[in-house]
Structures are given as structure tokens and as C-alpha cells.
């Protein structure tokens, strides 16, 4: 029976039905997890032993750069990334290269080796959409979705300039169901439009050049329009002023901007059982937190700016951070935070790229490398750690790496095993500069999180954050059954034995999908079929009608005609719309 299976005896970690590590069998009938299975199921499943081992839904990465042109700018222009990391072929899989940014099926099978088996593209310019949804297409085994690069668009700067809260609405929605994207991305708001002359915005009420519409103006704005429209994401926000000595304050400052802002998630879908309730409670999402958190006013004085924001997120409700932790090594920073990366360029003189998609969106991609013996590098290592350990509340934390800008997802397992053991941390305080111990508190904290908070960290709270846990995440009756088995027995848990948890992260003993097996100690060894979701956003017809009216008069700008614009449901892999915003 396809998409059945058992796996018996594991430890079990499901934080949304606040499963602790109890012993349970889990039962998966068609793809979807089932209550049991009857006597004549049960005679010829397949099933997993996992007596000694830990068992959690499979992995859900919610920020991650895995498709469309900037990805694709990084492969072309970094040929010795790809000759480092090669995958020969085998009789089910493709071959692939690439280290920090893998061709797309690498990163699929690599993903799926570590037990992850949902992925959420982090910025899809709405004209480069069709080529984002081509790759992610191609990306074998994941299920995945993608935030639509919306703050510095045209239109939307025009009507929140106006205070058109309504037609900014009917836009987004339209665009949502164009690109078939999932949810509001806001890079750098109203300074990557200054970016089209040279110049940047360094304050939240500093108004961009043309359109005159404020940083705080695009924030709240774009917000009103999220929760307007029930989105099953909140607005996800790469603050002002993004890796900047200092920047810590207008990133708090941002975060004041939405407090009182009532999460509004309105989605007409099935949901799995789960004893939390699984809607967001979080009207903003952080993204990439470390890259917000400097202190200090130049490289020179730099400090870790990071206790003061995660204060401020300990004492309210509305944020959710991911991290964008630096494991060290090679990274491909890739962001459409175009001056960001022009800054970056000046600082290292390496190779680099920046285009703007029209005036949409900006991007640029640069490669890097993070040095143990570099001061801000080290910093910048203990900065994403203390992201995830001076936030109290897990439920206001996700793992990652910004990947491939802090390094390469395949690194998740070192930065897991950093939360987990003070012991490792301590390992790598004594290889790197003292800065990293000198300006954070990460060498005070004794903090090490469990196997409990780190299903919350990489697999609940990314689903339940981003509107999907209504299928991914958790192990409740009616989820997808995604499963991941790690080769750890947490009654003889040791974090003093850091080299067992790495190779134990590194490589899942099993990767289940949809109840199909997928990957066995690292090795892929079947390839399901792949869905990709989009929200599917219901206005008024005669507001939208409104509003096209708008657009098209605009389309005369564009390279292309009105009709070429949207993304047909053919670039998708088995598309799954989510109906937001129906009204009964
Ligand atoms: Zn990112």
C-alpha cells in the first residue's frame, strides 16, 4: 500500500500535541497519519523499528533561498562551488554540484538526508516568479511554497502612500494568485527603491525618493493589508538598515510598529488534530534576526545587539524571529536588499552581482566566507546562537541559517547541536577570535535546549508560524505524514557528547514522506511526488476590477504584456492553492 506505514517504539517529540518523548507507534495510511490501521493493514505494512530512536515530524524549513534567479546568479557565478561538492548519479537520482548553492537536485535529496521535508523559498520577485516556480519544480521530494518580494513595489507604495488600505489589499491578493506565492515579503521597506538612484533609507520615517512613502508607513501598512486579508503568514520582514553596525535599534523599532496588531489568519482548510491551538499568534516575523542585531556604531566598536531585542520579544507576544545563524565556513550571501549587498562588496572586494527585476525588486548576491579567526565573524557566530537562547519562549524562535547567506542548510546540524550543548559551544569559543566571548553574552548562558524545544524550533513553530500546520509540523491525526527518525536514544542523551548529535542530525536514520520512505541513514532511496502551495487570496470582484484598472495602465512601463505576467498553475508540481480570505 503505498503511503502506509508504521514506525514503532520511538521516542515521540510532537510539541503541537505536547508529546514529551513518550514511546508510541505511529500509524500512516495514504500519506496521512490515521488514528491506527485495521487488522488486515497491519498484516502486510511496512514498518519501521525506531525502539531507541527519537521521532519527530519531518523538518519544515520557513526561510530559506532554494529557487529562482538570485539562486540561479550564485551558481553561475561561482564555479568553484561547484566543483567542490559533487553527487554522482545513482538509478534514482540525478547527479548534482554545488556547496553552498546546490543545483536543484542536490539540495532536494540533501534536505531530505537530514530528515527536512518542507521548504519555503524566502524571496520570489513577482516577474522572476515563473523561473522560481520552474526550480522549485525540479527541487525533487520537497514540499514547498514562497514569499512574494512585495516592499518596495510600485502600486503598493502608491496606495499605502494614499492610505488605500483596500486597493493595496485587492493588489496583494491578486498578486498572491498571479505568482502563485504564499505570503507578504518585505525587504528593506522603501529603501530598495531608493537603491534605483544609488541611495539607501537609515530611518524608519525617512521618506524614499518619488513615491515619498516612509519605512514605518510601508511596515504598518503592508501589515494592515496581511491581516485585512487573514494571510496564513505574518508579514515577514528583513528590517531597514540589515547588517549595519547599529542596526539593532531600527530593528526593534520596527517590531514596535506591530505591537497591537491582531494576527488575522483566515484559511479555509482541513486542519490536523493538535492539542495547541495551531494558528499563528504573530503579526510579524522577523527574518534572519542576527543580521538585524548589530550593536555599536562602526566595525571597529561593533557589539552584539542582540539581548536588547530578545528583551524586547521576551515581554511581548507579537514577534517571531528565525535566526540566520553563521555556522563558519563558505556562504553565498543572496538577498533583495540590493545596497546591502553593494556594502557588503565594498568591505570585501569580492565578486558580485545586483540587478533590479524591473524596478519590482532589487537583488545581489556576493559569496563570503565566515573565519573562525575573524573578529565580526566570530561575533556574528555567537549572535545567531544567542538568538535562539536569549529567546525564552521556543514558540518565538525557528532555526536557520539564512541559508545560503549565513552558510549552506546542509550546516543545520552543527548549529542544532550548538543550542544543544554547552560543551560544543564551549569547543568552538576556543577556536575562534575572543570577540565572540567579548561581545555576547552566548559564553554566560548555560541555556541547552532539548529534543522537545528543537522539534519546536525546526519543525512545529515554522509550520504553525507559516499556516501550515494545518498539515505539516505535527504527527496529529490527518497531518501529512512526514516523518523524521534520528539514530538518538534520549534516555542515554549526553550534550557533553556532541560528535554523537551531530552525526546523528547529519544524517536521519530515516526520512519519511507522505508515508513513503524517503531517505535511509542519508541515502535516498525512493522519490515521491512533490506539492507546492500558494494562497489563494478572495477579494471583491469589483475592488479587484478597481485596481486592475490601475495596473494595466501601468503595464505600458513593463517589458512585457499584461497577459505574459502571471505564472500559470502548469510551472507548479501537483499546485495547492489555499483558500484565504472566503467569504461565507
Ligand atoms: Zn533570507
Known amino acids: ?44 505494512v511496512k ?59 542536490k539540495q532536494g535529496y540533501d534536505y ?42 510600485f502600486f503598493l507604495m502608491r496606495y499605502l ?4 488600505t483596500e486597493k493595496a489589499a485587492a493588489y496583494v491578493a491578486w498578486m498572491m494568485k498571479t505568482h502563485k506565492s504564499y505570503g507578504i515579503k518585505c525587504v528593506n521597506p522603501a529603501g530598495v527603491e531608493n537603491w534605483g538612484w544609488g541611495k539607501n533609507i537609515h530611518s524608519l520615517d525617512e521618506a524614499n525618493i518619488h513615491f515619498e512613502i516612509t519605512p514605518r508607513e510601508t511596515i504598518k501598512g503592508l501589515s494592515e493589508v496581511n491581516e ?8 515577514h520582514l528583513h528590517a531597514n538598515n540589515l547588517g549595519h553596525p547599529g542596526c539593532c535599534t531600527i530593528t526593534e523599532d520596527s517590531l514596535k510598529i506591530l505591537d497591537g496588531v491582531k494576527p488575522r489568519q483566515n484559511m479555509d482548510v482541513e486542519w490536523a488534530e493538535t492539542k495547541m491551538d495551531p494558528a499563528r499568534k504573530c503579526s510579524v516575523y522577523l527574518a534572519h534576526m542576527m543580521f538585524n542585531s548589530f550593536a555599536g556604531t562602526t566595525w571597529g566598536d561593533c557589539e552584539s545587539g542582540v539581548k536588547e531585542i530578545a528583551n524586547y520579544i521576551n515581554n511581548k507576544d507579537h514577534v517571531v524571529i528565525d535566526s540566520g ?84 542548510f546542509t550546516k543545520y546540524p ?5 543550542i544543544m550543548s554547552e560543551a560544543f559551544r564551549k569547543q568552538t569559543f576556543s577556536e575562534c577570535h575572543k570577540w565572540a566571548n567579548d561581545r555576547s553574552e552566548l559564553g554566560s548562558i548555560n541555556r541547552e535546549l532539548s529534543l522537545y524545544d528543537l522539534a519546536i524550533l525546526t519543525r512545529a513553530n515554522p509550520a504553525k508560524t507559516i499556516g501550515m500546520a494545518h498539515r505539516k509540523g505535527s504527527l496529529g491525526v490527518g497531518a501529512d505524514g512526514d516523518v523524521t527518525v534520528y539514530n538518538i ?22 526520512t519519511v514522506k507522505g508515508g513513503e520512505i524517503v531517505a535511509v541513514k542519508g541515502e535516498i532511496v525512493s522519490l515521491p511526488e512533490k506539492r507546492t502551495y500558494y494562497s489563494e487570496v478572495h477579494v471583491e470582484d469589483e475592488k479587484e476590477k478597481e485596481m486592475l484598472t490601475d495596473v494595466k495602465e501601468w503595464f505600458r512601463y513593463y517589458t512585457l504584456g499584461f497577459a505574459n505576467y502571471p505564472t500559470p498553475e502548469k510551472y507548479l508540481k501537483n499546485p495547492t492553492p489555499i483558500q484565504v480570505n472566503v467569504v461565507r
Open 1 to 44: 500500500m503505498a503511503g502506509t506505514i508504521t514506525i514503532k517504539n520511538g521516542y515521540v517529540f510532537d510539541p503541537l500535541n505536547e508529546i514529551n518523548g513518550e514511546i508510541m507507534d505511529i500509524f500512516i495510511k495514504d500519506g496521512k497519519v490515521v488514528r491506527e490501521l485495521s487488522a488486515a493493514e497491519m498484516k502486510d
Open 47 to 105: 514498518v519501521i523499528d525506531a525502539s531507541g530512536m527519537t521521532v519527530m515530524p519531518g523538518g519544515v524549513d520557513s526561510h530559506s533561498h532554494v529557487a529562482g534567479a538570485k539562486v540561479n546568479a550564485g551558481r553561475s557565478m561561482r564555479p568553484e562551488d561547484h566543483y567542490k561538492a559533487n553527487l554522482q548519479k545513482t538509478s534514482l537520482t540525478h547527479s548534482g554540484s554545488g556547496y553552498t548553492v546546490p543545483s536543484v537536485y
Open 112 to 153: 531530505a538526508a537530514m530528515g527536512y521535508t518542507t521548504v519555503f523559498e524566502a524571496a520570489i520577485p513577482p516577474l522572476e516568479a515563473r523561473h522560481t516556480h520552474e526550480e522549485m519544480r525540479a527541487t525533487p521530494l520537497l514540499d514547498m511554497g514562497g514569499y512574494l518580494i512585495l516592499g518596495n513595489n
Open 161 to 164: 502612500h494614499d492610505g488605500d
Open 228 to 235: 485585512l486579508l487573514g494571510m496564513p503568514v505574518p508579514l
Open 325 to 408: 545563524c553563521t555556522p563558519f565556513g563558505e556562504a553565498t550571501v543572496m538577498t533583495g536588499d540590493g545596497p546591502a549587498i553593494q556594502d557588503m562588496y565594498k568591505l570585501t572586494g569580492n565578486k558580485w552581482s545586483n540587478t533590479d527585476v524591473e524596478m519590482e525588486g532589487g537583488s545581489g548576491v556576493i559569496p563570503f566566507t565566515y573565519f573562525k579567526s575573524n573578529p565580526v565573524h566570530s561575533l556574528q557566530w555567537a549572535m545567531g546562537l544567542e538568538c535562539l537562547l536569549l529567546i525564552n519562549d521556543p514558540w518565538k524562535t525557528i532555526m536557520t541559517t539564512d541559508s545560503p547567506n549565513g552558510g549552506p
Open 414 to 418: 552543527e548549529v542544532m547541536t550548538w
Open 489 to 510: 536514544n534520549p534516555q542515554q542523551l549526553d550534550a557533553n557528547n556532541y560528535e554523537a548529535l551531530l552525526q546523528a542530525f547529519r544524517k536521519a536514520e530515516y
